[in-house]
DNA sequence: TCATAAATGATACCTGGTATCTGAAGACGA
DNA sequence: TCGTCTTCAGATACCAGGTATCATTTATGA
């Protein structure tokens, strides 16, 4: 996602002219807003640090965000779905259980890896969801006792 | 979970009272419609069915019986949260986007299988969650077009 | 049997959405 | 620059899937 030059909230707008969405101001808005996210929010944090801005607006922006390709769900190790600006196309997650931390983990193999697997059980895998959870580095330093 | 012998629906409450939960008539209502159930389930599906329980009855059951190990939380493709009887203990589903059919994956070694990329960024893995998405048996034999 | 703790169900509230609709704003050709 | 067409915004209502509170009922076990 993050490139040098120009403004991230740019980028985001971007991607969704690309996608043939019109440039207007409650989407520059919330694009500014996610921009200065430094990590996963939940929907309704985001809503409610842009009062002036329509609640179903807010919505629609992540939602067409997410099929740009621009923002990606994040599930949580409780259950709670948040968003965060990543990385294109397939990828996963180490999310930290104790500050929430979350890095991108490219060059997914768990299809090839599940091959035969499936096979046994005859079904054809075409997807799948994979959260990681555990404790990042700066967590792990802090906290030796168990790390 | 699923033994010869006894009503599945009296092994889901025992899997209550193993962990100190009382044998209420509500719950044991709840247990037989669960029982009852052939693919997962939503819990606002499961609430209809029961009129006569409050909701935050059916919910709370559903929670303990999670809680118990006796349910488990599917994440459909679609996003949507479906709950469903299986083994216990940790596994994966095999979910077939066709039918809805899911199958249970025991074994999972995924954890070992992340050690090393999640040694490259220094995480240390606790958990994870995986659904996997593919087309089932089935569903493979009755559309050969696309199988 | 009876005291106590736990469970129930009504109610209200919350998050994370979606559907519908009217009016406003962008795009674009003339 | 204007008019038209389309999209978008925001209000509102609604839905799913929960949780918190609390008065009343029920289960359990001494
Ligand atoms: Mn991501
Ligand atoms: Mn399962
Ligand atoms: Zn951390
Ligand atoms: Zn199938």
Redesign the interface.
Known sequence: MRKRGYPLSEQLMDALEERGYRDTAPRRTVARAIAEKERHFAAEELREQLPGIGRATVYRSLKILVEAGALC?V?L?D?NLHYQLSHRGHHHH?L??ECGAS?D?MGCD?ED??ES??DA?????????????????TC?AELPAS?
Do not use: D, M, P, T
Not at 121 to 137: A, I, R, T
């Open positions: 769900r599930l190790e259950g180490l930290c259980v890095e983990l768990i890896r599940l697997v499936a059980h005859n079904f054809q895998v075409s997807g799948h969801w994979l959260e990681v959870y555990g404790k990042c580095q792990r790390a």
